[in-house]
């Protein structure tokens, strides 16, 4: 009797057993099919696959020298694969740390805090901004904020000088019936992961003549998301979802831009800091730096009014440069303080006039 309840005993206590691992089992699986639901709602179709399919044919069917460019470009299309990872709305206290370092675009932030605020309306939190044209002097920032956002965003940015353009195939791809035909920059700053890029378009005043009214008619295109959504580059033909791409445009004067256009972009007036937000922006580079450099939790992270007022001179990428020497030159020496002879300013990086960023 006592060897048949020890038995009975031994089963109930093996059914426990087996009924945690199996409730361990399901919970692991229903965490990981919540964890690839989450992960799916990041993703959208850029192109469809039968569709890439017979691109693929047609390139392969081709006798010209750039036979082999399309193969490749639609071969390495497909590797990446027809869904792709879109963008996600930032966290707000990125955008904070953005607007210390960029004081002087607090209109561009509250735009983007907006359209955060708009995101999380959706399950997906999928994260969308009107085209911007940052208009302003040289020397407020521009184009290091419109890479710092992208760095926010965990997307590629990619910077394409208006002024430098030869012909408008450049943007949009050359078609194959030319010996040097090739795809255009538009679709290599697609051929990634993610199909949420940052385009600047920069100085898109200075658009050559030569370019001005295709390259115009391009841009009106790409910027109204309903036909950005089936967007081909000339040279491939492969319709492709282009209406997640984030477009920026730097100016120095918007008033040379075509109305057309310019009437696609939601207009910014960017100033020169001024004296005080320069300060801020100082204050925050050095923060930042100590925040990811290695050393940065070994050092004094007190920054006096000597060293800022050195600094003020200076472009933030110069300043973060300056100051890294300098903590070099003060560990160099047993210390563990900034101060100001530390500061290596070359003389054809200063200005006599502060200018702002670069």
Same mark, same amino acid.
């Given at each position: ?17 087996? +009924? ?35 691109? $693929?044919?047609?390139?392969? #069917? ?29 966290? %707000? #206290? ?10 002087? %675009?607090?209109?561009?932030?509250t735009i983007v805090e907006q ?43 990619? %910077?394409?000088d208006i002024a430098s353009l ?65 967007w081909q580059d000339s040279a !491939? ?10 477009? $920026? ?25 001024? +004296? ?13 730096? !100590?925040?990811? +450099? ?8 007190? !920054? ?53 960023? $670069?």
């Amino acid at each position: 009797m006592n060897e048949s309840r020890q038995s009975d005993r031994i089963k109930q206590a093996q059914s426990k057993v087996y +009924e945690t691992e199996l409730q361990a089992v399901l919970d692991f699986l229903e965490q990981h099919k919540e964890k690839n639901a989450s992960e799916e709602k990041n993703f959208l179709t850029f192109f469809d696959t039968d569709q890439l399919e017979e691109r $693929i044919t047609w390139a392969k #069917s081709l006798s010209g020298e750039s036979k082999q460019v399309f193969v490749d470009q639609l071969l390495k299309a497909k590797k990446l694969g027809p869904r792709r990872k879109v963008a996600t709305a930032p966290q %707000f #206290s990125e955008l904070k740390k953005l607007a210390a370092l960029f004081p002087n %675009f607090s209109e561009a932030i509250t735009i983007v805090e907006q359209r955060v605020h708009l995101s999380m309306l959706t399950l997906e939190n999928s994260f969308r901004l009107p085209p911007l044209l940052l208009s302003g002097p040289p020397g407020t920032g521009k184009s290091e904020f419109s890479r710092r956002l992208a760095n926010l965003l965990k997307v590629p940015a990619v %910077f394409i000088d208006i002024a430098s353009l030869e012909a408008s195939f450049k943007i949009t791809g050359l078609d194959s019936g030319y010996t040097s035909g090739t795809p255009g920059l538009i679709w290599s700053a697609l051929q990634n992961e993610c199909m949420s890029p940052v385009i600047v378009l920069d100085e898109i005043e200075k658009q050559p003549t030569s370019t001005k009214d295709s390259g115009t008619g391009i841009f009106l295109n790409m910027l109204e998301p309903s036909t950005a959504a089936h967007w081909q580059d000339s040279a !491939l033909r492969l319709p492709v979802n282009a209406s997640r791409v984030f477009w $920026i445009a730097t100016c120095n004067s918007s008033d040379l831009i075509d109305p057309a256009l310019r009437s696609r972009f939601v207009e910014l007036e960017i100033q020169i800091p001024d +004296e005080n937000q320069l300060i801020a922006v100082i204050r925050s580079i050095h923060r930042d730096l !100590l925040e990811q +450099e290695d050393w940065g939790k070994f050092v004094d992270p007190l !920054l006096d009014e000597n060293c800022v007022a050195c600094l003020q001179n200076l472009a933030p990428r110069q300043i973060k440069r300056v100051l890294e020497d300098g903590y070099a030159q003060a560990a160099s020496q047993g210390r563990r303080r900034l101060q100001k002879k530390d500061l290596k300013i070359q003389k054809q990086i200063h200005r006599s006039n502060r200018i702002g960023f $670069i």
